[in-house]
């Protein structure tokens, strides 16, 4: 029968897993490689009966290392610390994040991994090449590439060569270099945060709501705040500024949505936009849709809405090719 000293490295884990039973085991063994389970299996039987005193503090270790590494997750290494050392105390502390970033291998400059390479580029490129070779020592191979080779020449060869000479940095350094570079970050996100927002941004998100937040939101604006309120609307299409477009556009408009949508749009506005969209219809077919929205009978306002949306959608999207032309702010566009 094992003791408590004479458990390390797999046969911890095939403890836990003799601990943990067949059903909780066998859903973390899915979770392994075909080596490990191996491994583990062969540890499992060789163990046999483990004592109770053991498997209590392989579990109690186990608890530990996952409330370690949820730290780590939520603030960083220094977080765990600070919070482990008010539980368990210093020496308990140090001793479970020492074995628990032995098994992590936390990467420096992680944060930076999640980063597109053209960001980390603007963000770096002004460093000195010796806090460029370091950080791209630790980026994945592909985003290192891809920054490097969109370094000028000179700082390109100079970053590339000491990159290759880099032997082993202290890991103070590397720590100094992290919160540095972590707090310029920081920094640069609070400055770019004051470009975000705004009139323009706000009616980008309004353009993509239902169309019931959408007048929600306008009339609450108008109450509170006309004038910006009427700024908004300068800057966004509503269903009912069809009317504000030219033939042609309509025409293009009407080829794109579906009959079915129209009838049912057109049931919820006023007679102009409804005669907007008949006259630039052929007979035959603005009599169709006459027939088709009577033959609806009552319909509902959330369904009324859905359909105005769609189009408005359609509307928005050959705006954006450039296939329409849509007037805003009472500017008149210029066509050459």
């Known amino acids: 029968m094992p003791g408590k000293g004479d458990l390390t490295g797999v046969k911890k884990a095939a403890a836990l897993l003799i601990a943990l039973g067949p059903d909780v085991s066998a859903q973390i063994m899915r979770q392994l490689s075909e080596e490990e389970i191996e491994k583990l299996t062969l540890e499992i039987a060789n163990l046999g009966k483990i004592d109770p005193e053991v498997r209590d503090k392989v579990l109690e270790e186990f608890y530990q290392m996952a409330i370690a590494q949820d730290y780590i997750v939520q603030g960083g290494l220094e977080y765990a610390r600070q919070i482990l050392e008010k539980a368990l105390g210093t020496q308990k502390a140090l001793e479970i994040l020492e074995r628990l970033t032995a098994t992590l291998q936390i990467t420096p400059f992680e944060f930076m991994r999640k980063m597109d390479p053209k960001q980390i580029l603007s963000f770096i490129q002004d460093e000195h090449p010796q806090t460029i070779a370091l950080i791209l020592s630790y980026l994945t191979p592909e985003q290192a590439a891809t920054i490097l080779s969109s370094l000028p020449p000179e700082l390109m060869t100079e970053v590339a060569m000491r990159i290759a000479t880099i032997d082993r940095t202290s890991p103070d350094v590397i720590r100094k270099v992290e919160d540095i570079l972590e707090k310029k970050l920081a920094l640069l996100a609070t400055q770019e945060s004051t470009n975000v927002g705004g009139v323009k941004h706000f009616v980008e998100i309004l353009n993509r709501v239902d169309r019931n937040t959408e007048k929600a939101v306008l009339e609450y604006l108008e109450s509170e705040d006309p004038e910006l309120a009427e700024e908004v609307k300068k800057q966004m299409f509503l269903f009912e500024d069809i ?42 077919a603005a009599q ?37 032309i849509i007037s805003r702010g009472g500017e008149e566009e210029l066509i050459v």
């Open 243 to 284: 009317v504000m477009l030219d033939d042609r556009s309509v025409q293009r408009i009407l080829r794109e949505v579906d009959s079915k949508d129209l009838a049912l749009a057109l049931k919820g506005t006023n007679e102009e936009v409804k005669q907007k969209i008949f006259k630039n219809m052929s007979s035959r």
């Open 288 to 324: 169709m849709l006459k027939e088709d929205m009577e033959f609806m009978g009552p319909v509902r306002v959330r369904d009324v809405e859905q359909a105005q949306q769609k189009i408005v959608s359609i509307i928005r999207r050959l705006d954006e090719a450039g296939e329409i």
